[in-house]
């Protein structure tokens, strides 16, 4: 039999076990590393669709983490998916109509990081171990507002771990930034940047990739890993909420097993619609992926076009965590569609580098043909939130509400009736502003934080609990730094 092993999107020089590939984050020539194959998994199993979440977790992720032990591997998912999740279900459905939301943000960050961040940690313990690697292990992380708390969250306290973030100064929501810039934790460090998130991710990709400066941490005891979604590790959690939703609609009584399903998300790294890819390379009926970004639609002229270019303005929106232009999971789309081909991928990586711009071939168009793009305007995004809450009752984030119009959009333009599960990322309460504009909520006058109440009572919701009293707390990372000063930062951190 086949076993699963890692290799890299740019070459196939070196086969890893899940183990390595999780502890070194990222391929020595830069590429991403991907599974070998995908296993299948049989939706009309009967006992798939009596499995609760840590059940479904184990049996999926066993699929991938094959040089686990049953122990090693039930000791992560027990020790992620517990009660830190608000509710026992960990990311239930709610279902309108014809748009089943998979509400991702019952987590201690409220968003959908959470999902991955919560096991990550616990991930790279193992398999450092199993590895036998000596050294303490430095985290680097470049946010774009939600990565950052989650990784945090995860990190911190963890023996044998340092975790720095980096998130860029004016490019996160207030309670994102109080949220980082309030952590506690030992072996915590949190950074402001002056730039965009694309700044910050660049220069935390060139700190991995500088081999003078990796040497000399080995040497001091030290070395990299990430805790972004270039690590495998954060991409394959993310397939069981897929998986698990769709099973909860069967059993709601939504759809019958084995009816499709069309997938709807709030995309920016494009981590979270990939791992939907992979549930549907894994035997899920998913019909068609709706790529939903915001002013920064390089995704959406990618999907309509073929060509990839963030020659443009990088703009600062509503929905922050969605701030991209270079999307790295696409990488590891593009190694798919290209039949794993990693040539084609070195090549068109170096075209965007080079010149900030790629064309893929009419085959790899071809093979995404599953995919439609579509983007919204923060002034839509608010007025998505005002329609869902006055006709549903429901209150989206500013992040779900792109996701929600451009579905709807696409419901227009195609009169395609299939029902669509839409990646809920984010509570509402993270990004107040914008909600209460949707909720008509007149908020001259009214500090940021206290929004929060205004908020909660205007839409019969619970504070979640996370956030309960954040205001109040002392800013222990108040630091900001110039993007070019980022490697003298880490050494300094280190030592
Ligand atoms: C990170 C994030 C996204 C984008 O997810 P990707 O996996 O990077 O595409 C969308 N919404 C929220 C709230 C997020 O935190």
Sequence with gaps: MQVLKYNSTRSKGEFLTFSEAVVKGIAPDGGLYVPTFFPNIDIHDPELIKMDYVTLAKKILGLYLVDFTEAELTACVESAYDSKFNTPDIAPVHTIGQASFIELFHGKTLAFKDMALSILPYLMKTGASKTQMHEEIVILTATSGDTGKAALEGFADVEGVKIIVFYPTDGVSDVQKKQMTSQEGSNVSVLGITGNFDDAQNAVKALFLDESLGKELKDKGFVFSSANSINIGRLLPQIVYYVNAYLAL???????????????????????????????????????FICASNENHVLTDFINTGVYDINRPFETTNSPSMDILISSNLERFLYAISGGNSEVVSDLMRGLKANGRYQIN????????????????????????????????????????VAYKVYADYVRETGDQTQTLIA?????????????????????????????????????????EPVVGLKDKPVLHPKTIDKLTIKEEVIAIIK
Aim: aromatic letters at 10%; glycine letters at 10%; hydrophobic letters at 40%.
């Design 362 to 401: 009419e085959i790899m168009i071809e093979n995404m043909s599953d995919f439609v793009g579509g983007y919204a305007s923060d002034a839509e995004a608010v007025d998505t939130i005002r329609s869902l809450y006055e006709n549903h009752g429901y209150v989206l984030d500013t992040h779900t509400a």
């Design 424 to 464: 809920s990322t984010a509570s509402p309460f993270k990004f107040l502003d914008s909600v209460a504009e949707g909720l008509g909520i007149d908020t001259t006058g009214i500090e940021a934080f206290d929004l929060m109440e205004v908020v909660a009572k205007k839409a019969g919701l619970t504070i979640p």
């Design 250 to 288: 069967v059993r709601e009584g939504t759809i019958k097993l084995g009816d499709a399903v069309n997938i709807t998300v709030p995309t920016g790294n494009f981590g979270n619609i990939l791992a939907a890819y992979y549930a549907k390379a894994m035997g899920l009926p998913f019909k068609t």
